[in-house]
């Protein structure tokens, strides 16, 4: 399960799990759309491609909601 982090690692934007614009890595670096276009779709923390990261809504973000620990490091 996605861990859903709440916030955008290069630039502290808010990222609500049920929302969409959010990109991943596949070890869940995660970013805006502008950043991830900033960055040519790639995580400069490990190369990975990033891609659209999924919603979680209704019931789902309920049950398992998301990561509340913000990643931005100013």
Do not use: V, W, Y
């Not at 070890?27 to 891609?51: Q, S």
């Not at 019931?59 to 398992?64: G, M, P, V």
């Amino acid at each position: 399960m996605l861990a859903m982090h709440p916030d955008c690692q290069r630039c502290g934007a808010d990222l609500p799990a049920d929302a969409p614009a959010a990109f991943i890595c596949s070890f869940e670096c995660t970013f805006c759309a502008p950043c991830a276009d900033a960055l040519d779709e790639r995580c400069p923390n490990c190369g990975g491609e990033l891609t659209d990261r999924p919603t979680r809504t209704g019931k789902a973000l309920k049950e398992h909601p998301a990561a509340s620990e913000r990643r931005f490091r100013k």
